[in-house]
Structures are given as structure tokens and as C-alpha cells.
């Protein structure tokens, strides 16, 4: 069990401090890869971290994020691959294969995990779950009553047959009597 402070911190996540870990995130990434520290590793651990919590936050401690919160892995992955693009194309004229191969990693493995992390939150997600089932049920029932509805007409169709078989029978001994 972790400590009550982690914990309080989990269950109250909500977008605004979620916006708040995800600039420090971009900060700490962005100053990792335009200094050339731990790149590509680091902006790979800052996106996994900044994921891990908020799915840490839905998966047990049943948060329920927006929309953007689900995105915004990707969003900071993304953001990170435009900064690692903006210094390749800043410093492209004094780069060797030495540094442009991490400024590479860096901009394409966190958009990965980014997007991993993003379907994550959402399967994970205890709204989607509900409005999955929602659908589903509602589904269920559209089909039921369609089936129904279909059984009714053929009944209906089954009984006029039988009223215009009875009326022409009855027309025609109609007839024959007069």
C-alpha cells in the first residue's frame, strides 16, 4: 500500500494538476533533448512515467480522466518529437551520425510510447467501460425489438392473407348464392 500522501495524490489527479505533470514533463523532456542529455532515454522515461501515472491513477485508484487527459501522452510524445525535429533542423549543419541517430530516437520511440500509453488509458478507462456496455446493452435491445418488430409484420402479413382468403371466400359464395 503506498503512503497516504502518494495515495491522496492519485485520487484527487485531476486535469488541472494532470496539466501541471504534463508541463513539468514537457519541460524536463525538452531541456533533456535540446541539451543532449540521456538522449533518447530520457524523454523515453519522462513520457513512460508521465503515462504510468495517470494510468497508475485510472487502473487503481479509479479516475476518471477527459478526453484530453487520455491524450495528452501522445500529445507529450508528439510535442517532444517537434522539439527533437526543431534541433536536428537548428543544428543540421554540424551534426554527425553520433548525435543525429538519439535526436532520431528521441523524436520517434517517446510518439510510440505516447500512443501505447494513450490506448492504454482509454481501455482502461472506467467511463468508456460503462458507455461500452451502454452501447452494448442498447444494441441488444435495438435487435431484439427489430427481430420483434419483424415477427410482427409477418404475423400481420400471415393474418391479412387470411382476412382477403376469407373475404374472397365469402365474396365468392356471395356470388354463388345470388
Not at 16 to 43: D, N, Q, T
Not at 66 to 89: G, Q, R, V
Not at 105 to 131: C, K, M, N, S, W
Not at 154 to 174: A, S
Amino acid at each position: 500500500m503506498p503512503p497516504p500522501a502518494i495515495r491522496h495524490y492519485f485520487v484527487n489527479l485531476d486535469a488541472s494538476r494532470s496539466a501541471h505533470l504534463f508541463l513539468y514533463a514537457f519541460a524536463l523532456g525538452s531541456a533533456s533533448i535540446y541539451f543532449e542529455i540521456f538522449v533518447p532515454v530520457l524523454p523515453i522515461i519522462i513520457v513512460l512515467i508521465y503515462g504510468g501515472i495517470l494510468l497508475a491513477a485510472t487502473r487503481w485508484y479509479m479516475v476518471a480522466h477527459s478526453e484530453m487527459t487520455k491524450n495528452s501522452p501522445y500529445f507529450l510524445a508528439f510535442s517532444l518529437f517537434l522539439i527533437s525535429l526543431y534541433w536536428l533542423f537548428v543544428h543540421s549543419d554540424a551534426l554527425d551520425e553520433k548525435r543525429i541517430l538519439p535526436q532520431m530516437g528521441a523524436a520517434l520511440i517517446p510518439t510510440v510510447v505516447g500512443l501505447a500509453l494513450r490506448q492504454l488509458l482509454f481501455a482502461y478507462d472506467i467511463a468508456q467501460r460503462e458507455q461500452d456496455t451502454f452501447y452494448r446493452s442498447l444494441e441488444e435491445e435495438l435487435r431484439r425489438s427489430a427481430t420483434e418488430f419483424k415477427k410482427a409484420q409477418q404475423r400481420l402479413v400471415v393474418v391479412i392473407q387470411e382476412f382477403v382468403d376469407t373475404r374472397l371466400t365469402l365474396f365468392g359464395q356471395e356470388e354463388a348464392a345470388s
